[in-house]
């Protein structure tokens, strides 16, 4: 069955210090990968994707991600956050092996000045 | 700025009310859905059009009556709601049709819908 989990229910931070949000999925097919960043009120906003190819990939806001796929993983980076930065993040697969997106459970971003 | 517009963005409506949510996109896309999601939850598939055709109704209660008028646009009629369909609704589309694959969804901000 397609799922995916985000261990980190919520997670607080230090303004200026190094992020990661973790997310392993288990997916039938190759999956696609992608990161999601919801502000209060606001909808769902795309940081990154990946499809295939170099496993790093680069998104918005300073944001990047590594795909593994021995580890089912697709962990979200960024090396310096900032107070703007604090959100409910979601992690999320498709592919061909189902017929719509499988969103995890989300992680709370706090930062602390 | 999104490029997928919900209005409203607030609504309050009472049980015996019958209201529409509209959501319109002008990015091409083939796919558009409908979410529903409650707070500090993920967002929770309610339907699916493809090709302006409904392709998926995730056993949603018949209160909820989506709409695909054209390619750009796509309602949700609400009737006879109860107080816990109180949510966040989110309108998302994707270029491709097939849903699910390596298209991603883009949101729109959502309607804020209080049942009274």
């Known amino acids: 069955a397609q799922s995916v989990t985000q261990p980190d229910i919520h997670i607080t931070v230090s303004e200026g210090a190094s992020l990661e949000l973790r997310c392993n999925y288990s997916?039938?097919?190759?999956?696609?990968l992608f990161w999601y960043v919801q502000s209060p009120g606001q909808g769902l906003q795309l940081l990154l994707k990946?499809?295939?190819?170099?496993?790093l990939v680069q998104g918005i806001k300073g944001f990047e991600a590594e795909f593994k796929r021995s580890q089912s993983s697709f962990n979200l980076r960024k090396p310096s956050v900032h107070w703007s930065d604090a959100a409910e993040y979601f992690c999320?697969?498709?592919?061909?092996?189902?017929?719509?997106?499988?969103f995890g459970t989300g992680t709370s971003l706090t930062v602390i000045p | 700025d999104t490029e997928v517009t919900q209005t409203p963005k607030h609504l309050v409506m009472g049980m015996t009310n019958k209201k529409s949510l509209k959501c319109e996109q002008h990015?091409?896309?083939?796919?558009m859905y409908w979410y529903k999601q409650k707070a500090k939850k993920p967002p929770e598939l309610m339907f699916v059009?493809?090709?302006?055709?409904?392709?998926i109704n995730e056993s949603v209660p018949s209160r909820f009556s989506p709409e695909c008028p054209n390619s750009s646009l796509l309602n949700l009629h609400l009737h006879a709601l109860q107080p816990e369909d109180s949510a966040l609704y989110l309108c998302?589309?994707?270029?491709?049709?097939?849903?699910?694959?390596?298209?991603?969804?883009?949101f729109g901000n959502g309607t804020r819908l209080t049942v009274t």
């Open positions: 997916y039938g097919a190759t999956p696609y």
């Open positions: 990015m091409g896309h083939r796919a």
């Open positions: 999320a697969v498709g592919g061909s092996a189902g017929n719509q997106f499988y």
């Open positions: 998302a589309s994707s270029q491709e049709g097939r849903v699910g694959g390596n298209s991603p969804l883009h």
């Open positions: 059009y493809s090709y302006e055709k409904l392709s």
């Open positions: 990946y499809f295939s190819g170099d496993t």
